[in-house]
RNA sequence: GUGGACGUAGCUCAAUUGGUAGAGCCUCGGCUUGUGAUGCCGGUGGUUGAGGGUUCAAGUCCCUUCGUCCACCCCA
C-alpha cells in the first residue's frame, strides 16, 4: 500500500497499546519518586543551542552530528533537545534555587537525536530523568540507586543488573587521563580505527570498545578507580557501603563510561542483555561541576534518565478490560431507553459504549472486541419492566435487573483505571 | 555517517527459468432481527513502498529514492 502521508524517519506514533504501557510507567514513576520527596517539573523541549554545546560538550557525536539545531525567524539558534539534564541546570539557576537547598526533580517527555534507528533507539524518544541540585555526600548517590532499583522493581522489570564506577574529578582525571593515553599509545597498532581516533578524543571511551582484539590489548590498562584522589576514594567507599547497606546489588565496572562531557565521580548504568546492542536501560551519575559551568555557583548534583520505549519493551503486554459494559440494544423500541440507560450506568463513573443496534451476535462480537467486562442487552422486554438484561462475559451468568438494581450490582466494579 | 537484510490485501505470508497477483487470519453480510464458540455460504479488500529503465511481457532483472529491521558508531 502506498504510505503517500508518514511519519518522519525514527519519529514513531504512540498508538494506545503501546501508551498505556508509558502510563503505567508514569504512574509508577511518580509513585516511588513521591517516596524520595522527588517533585515533577516540565521542562522545555526547544532550549537555545548553545545550552548543549556548553554542558553536553561540543566535541560529542550528539552536540556535533545529532541535534536538531537550526536558525528561527528571528535569527536565533535553537534546537530540540537532545537530553534532558542541561536543561534542568538551567531551569535551576533560571529560577533562582542555588540557595533554596537541594532540589530533587523528575521529569518525563520527548529527547531527540538524529541517529540512525534500530531496536531501541528512535530519533524522537521519551526519557524519565531525575535531577538532584545540592546534594553532595555519597549518601544521595547510595539514595538516588536505590530508589531507582527500586522504580524498575515496581515496573517488574527483574533483569536488569546494576554497575557502577567512579570517573574521578577535576582533580584525578586529568592524571590518570595522561596515563592511560601513554599506555593506549604502547598498543596504538592493535587497536581498532575507531579507538585510534578515542585516544585523541576521548580515550576513556576506548575502555569500553566493543572490539574482542581491542579488549586484549587492554586487560593491563589503568583503571580510574584505582587512580582516584582521596576524596574520590573515600566517596566511592562510602557509595559502595551505602548500597551494601541497603542490600542494593550492583558490580563495580571499571570500564563504565559516559558519553557527555559533565559527568565525574559515579557513574552508573542498570543493565540488560534482553534489548540487542541497546542494554542501558537506565543509566547516570554525578555532575558536580556542571551547574557552575553554566554560569552558576559550584552545586554538587547527580541524575539519571530512563529510556522509556526500552523500559516498555522489558514489559508485558498490558491485559484487562477496556471497558465495563457494552450496551446492546434489540430492536427500534428500545434504542431511546438504552441511550438513557448508558448514560446512568457512565454516570457511575462506568466506562460504557453502546453498541449501536442491530443483531445481538454482532453486538456481543463487539463487546468482545472491545475487551468488556459485562454486556446489558436491552430490548422490549427490558423496556416494558425498565430494567436490563446484565451478563457477565467472563462466566456467561446473567440476570434480570431494574436499573436502580443493576446500578448497584455494577457500582464499584469498575475495570479501568 | 558506515555495513548488511527486507518492503506483495488491515495482519502473517505464497507466487517455478521473467508469462493471468493467491492463501490463511481479520473484517462485513447470510444460514439464525434475544446472546460471544465452532461450522457452512457469500462479499469487501492490491497501481506488488515510490519513481525510472531493460523486455513482446517485470512482484521477479537493473538504477534511484523512501521506509522498516540488525550491527557498527554513539547513547537512555
Same mark, same amino acid.
Given at each position: 500500500?502506498?504510505?503517500?502521508?508518514?511519519?518522519?524517519?525514527?519519529?514513531?506514533?504512540?498508538?494506545?497499546?503501546?501508551?498505556?504501557?508509558?502510563?503505567?510507567?508514569?504512574?509508577?514513576?511518580?509513585? %516511588?519518586?513521591?517516596?524520595?520527596?522527588?517533585?515533577?517539573?516540565?521542562?522545555?523541549?526547544?532550549?537555545?543551542?548553545?545550552?548543549?554545546?556548553?554542558?553536553?560538550?561540543?566535541?560529542?557525536?550528539?552536540?556535533?552530528?545529532?541535534?536538531?539545531?537550526?536558525?528561527? @525567524?528571528?535569527?536565533?539558534?535553537?534546537?530540540?533537545?537532545?537530553?534532558?539534564?542541561?536543561?534542568?541546570?538551567?531551569?535551576?539557576? @533560571?529560577?533562582?534555587?542555588?540557595?533554596?537547598?537541594?532540589?530533587?526533580?523528575?521529569?518525563?517527555?520527548?529527547?531527540?537525536?538524529?541517529?540512525?534507528?534500530?531496536?531501541?533507539?528512535?530519533?524522537?524518544?521519551?526519557?524519565?530523568?531525575?535531577?538532584?541540585?545540592?546534594?553532595?555526600?555519597?549518601?544521595?548517590?547510595?539514595?538516588?540507586?536505590?530508589?531507582?532499583?527500586?522504580?524498575?522493581?515496581?515496573?517488574?522489570?527483574?533483569?536488569?543488573?546494576?554497575?557502577?564506577?567512579?570517573?574521578?574529578?577535576?582533580?584525578?582525571?586529568?592524571?590518570?587521563?595522561?596515563?592511560l593515553v601513554a599506555y593506549l599509545q604502547t598498543c596504538r597498532e592493535q587497536l581498532c580505527a575507531t579507538c585510534n581516533e578515542r585516544i585523541e578524543k576521548?580515550p576513556?571511551r576506548v575502555l569500553?570498545c566493543k572490539n574482542k582484539a581491542c579488549q586484549e590489548q587492554l586487560t593491563d590498562a589503568p583503571?580510574?578507580?584505582?587512580?582516584?584522589?582521596?576524596?574520590?576514594?573515600?566517596?566511592?567507599?562510602?557509595?559502595?557501603?551505602?548500597?551494601?547497606?541497603?542490600?542494593?546489588?550492583?558490580?563495580?565496572?571499571?570500564?563504565?563510561?559516559?558519553?557527555?562531557?559533565?559527568?565525574?565521580?559515579?557513574?552508573?548504568?542498570?543493565?540488560?542483555?534482553?534489548?540487542?546492542?541497546?542494554?542501558?536501560?537506565?543509566?547516570?551519575?554525578?555532575?558536580?561541576?556542571?551547574?557552575?559551568?553554566?554560569?552558576?555557583?559550584?552545586?554538587?548534583?547527580?541524575?539519571?534518565?530512563?529510556?522509556?520505549?526500552?523500559?516498555?519493551?522489558?514489559?508485558?503486554?498490558?491485559?484487562?478490560?477496556?471497558?465495563?459494559?457494552? %450496551?446492546?440494544?434489540?430492536?427500534?423500541?428500545?434504542?431511546?431507553?438504552?441511550?438513557?440507560?448508558?448514560?446512568?450506568?457512565?454516570?457511575?463513573?462506568?466506562?460504557?459504549?453502546?453498541?449501536?443496534?442491530?443483531?445481538?451476535?454482532? @453486538?456481543?462480537?463487539?463487546?468482545?472486541?472491545?475487551?468488556?467486562?459485562?454486556?446489558?442487552?436491552?430490548?422490549?422486554?427490558?423496556?416494558?419492566?425498565?430494567?436490563?438484561?446484565?451478563?457477565?462475559?467472563?462466566?456467561?451468568? @446473567?440476570?434480570?435487573? %431494574?436499573?436502580?438494581?443493576?446500578?448497584?450490582?455494577?457500582?464499584?466494579?469498575?475495570?479501568?483505571?
Amino acid at each position: 500500500m502506498a504510505r503517500k502521508l508518514q511519519s518522519i524517519r525514527g519519529i514513531h506514533d504512540g498508538l494506545p497499546a503501546e501508551v498505556a504501557k508509558w502510563c503505567n510507567i508514569e504512574d509508577v514513576a511518580r509513585k %516511588v519518586f513521591a517516596s524520595h520527596g522527588v517533585s515533577e517539573v516540565r521542562l522545555p523541549i526547544l532550549e537555545p543551542t548553545s545550552l548543549f554545546v556548553r554542558s553536553v560538550g561540543e566535541e560529542t557525536d550528539i552536540v556535533s552530528k545529532e541535534m536538531y539545531a537550526f536558525e528561527d @525567524q528571528g535569527g536565533d539558534h535553537i534546537c530540540l533537545r537532545p537530553e534532558g539534564t542541561a536543561g534542568a541546570v538551567r531551569a535551576y539557576l @533560571q529560577a533562582g534555587l542555588t540557595r533554596a537547598g537541594a532540589q530533587r526533580w523528575f521529569y518525563m517527555g520527548p529527547m531527540f537525536r538524529r541517529e540512525r534507528p534500530q531496536k531501541g533507539r528512535l530519533r524522537q524518544f521519551q526519557q524519565i530523568g531525575v535531577e538532584w541540585f545540592g546534594v553532595a555526600g555519597p549518601v544521595a548517590d547510595v539514595e538516588l540507586l536505590s530508589m531507582a532499583q527500586r522504580f524498575l522493581n515496581a515496573l517488574g522489570i527483574e533483569e536488569t543488573r546494576l554497575e557502577i564506577n567512579s570517573l574521578g574529578c577535576i582533580e584525578c582525571r586529568p592524571t590518570y587521563h595522561q596515563m592511560l593515553v601513554a599506555y593506549l599509545q604502547t598498543c596504538r597498532e592493535q587497536l581498532c580505527a575507531t579507538c585510534n581516533e578515542r585516544i585523541e578524543k576521548n580515550p576513556m571511551r576506548v575502555l569500553d570498545c566493543k572490539n574482542k582484539a581491542c579488549q586484549e590489548q587492554l586487560t593491563d590498562a589503568p583503571e580510574m578507580v584505582g587512580h582516584c584522589c582521596q576524596a574520590c576514594d573515600t566517596h566511592f567507599t562510602g557509595l559502595k557501603t551505602g548500597l551494601d547497606a541497603l542490600g542494593v546489588s550492583y558490580t563495580v565496572n571499571p570500564r563504565i563510561v559516559r558519553g557527555l562531557d559533565y559527568y565525574n565521580r559515579t557513574a552508573f548504568e542498570f543493565v540488560t542483555d534482553q534489548l540487542g546492542a541497546q542494554g542501558t536501560v537506565l543509566a547516570g551519575g554525578r555532575y558536580d561541576g556542571l551547574v557552575e559551568s553554566l554560569g552558576g555557583t559550584a552545586t554538587n548534583a547527580i541524575g539519571f534518565a530512563a529510556g522509556m520505549e526500552r523500559l516498555e519493551m522489558l514489559l508485558a503486554d498490558l491485559k484487562g478490560h477496556q471497558l465495563d459494559v457494552v %450496551v446492546a440494544s434489540l430492536g427500534d423500541a428500545s434504542l431511546a431507553y438504552s441511550l438513557r440507560v448508558a448514560d446512568a450506568l457512565r454516570q457511575q463513573g462506568l466506562a460504557v459504549v453502546h453498541a449501536g443496534g442491530g443483531a445481538a451476535k454482532r @453486538q456481543f462480537k463487539i463487546a468482545d472486541r472491545e475487551k468488556s467486562r459485562f454486556v446489558v442487552v436491552i430490548g422490549d422486554d427490558e423496556l416494558a419492566k425498565s430494567g436490563l438484561m446484565l451478563k457477565d462475559l467472563a462466566t456467561g451468568k @446473567q440476570d434480570f435487573y %431494574v436499573l436502580d438494581d443493576a446500578i448497584q450490582v455494577l457500582s464499584g466494579v469498575s475495570m479501568i483505571e
